[in-house]
């Protein structure tokens, strides 16, 4: 099967790890908790929201349900039921209008299912991060799905609340060296790869190696002392 454009890596084969790509891959296991929190977050809140409608709406059933028994148990001429009933209809009507408008409840399922799988990313990081570079995967495979983890999950980022992005910023910035996403009013400036100079092998001299000692047999002075 011939690959298509979308499933040729960005990176080129044969890549190795370096510290360039490890400091990366931290930065990116930092943002990665960072949205898993706020995720949590945002998933506790319309959750809270979503219940308290569906529990609104659900009272205001039982009540007309029991205001209908009242109203059927009094004397003919002492209420007026239509505009009771047209009242709580108009209630009910009002807070299913209200929860198909924000759809809090889908949010909340989104925002749940977004956290797990940042929580699952920040495990990948973590896993490669934790061991030497000769027990790891490919460094290029790993960096192909690694990205295409994120790019799926960062779907849902602009869905988050700005104060939640507020508190997650002053959260995580007080840490030190933690890298706060970008969303969060935290913008960095790009790193750019460095080689890394190779440490020249430094081989002792004999004369610094023997300094304070009495030379070795055949070194120093070509006739014995007298």
């Known amino acids: 099967m011939s690959e298509t454009k979308e499933d040729t890596s960005e990176t080129q084969s044969g890549l190795q790890w370096t510290t360039s790509i490890d400091r990366m891959l931290a930065g990116w296991c930092d943002e990665s908790k960072a949205f898993e929190w706020m995720n949590n977050e945002s998933y ?35 209420t007026n039921p239509p ?40 495990r990948k990081l973590e896993e490669q991060l934790a061991v030497p570079p000769a027990g790891r995967k490919d460094c290029g495979t790993f960096l192909k799905y ?23 910023n002053k959260k995580f910035s007080s840490i030190p060296a933690f890298d706060v996403p970008d969303i969060c009013g935290g913008i960095e400036h790009t790193s750019v790869y460095v080689e890394e100079p190779l440490q020249p092998l430094k081989v002792p001299l004999l004369t610094d190696t023997n300094a304070g000692t009495n030379p070795p047999p055949g070194i120093g002075d070509v006739h014995p002392k007298k």
């Open 146 to 168: 690694i990205k295409q983890d994120i790019s799926h999950v960062s779907e849902t980022n602009y869905m988050i609340p700005k104060d939640i992005r507020d508190l997650c």
């Open 83 to 122: 505009l009771i009933f047209g009242c709580i209809s108009i209630g009910i009507s009002i807070i299913n209008m209200l929860q198909d408008k924000f759809d809090w409840i889908t949010m909340a399922n989104n925002f749940k299912q977004a956290s797990v799988q940042w929580s699952t990313i920040t």
């Open 44 to 78: 506790s809140r319309y959750s809270v929201r979503a219940t308290a409608l569906s529990i609104t709406t659900n009272s205001i059933i039982a009540l007309s349900g029991i205001g209908n028994l009242i109203v059927g148990s009094l004397a003919p001429g002492t």
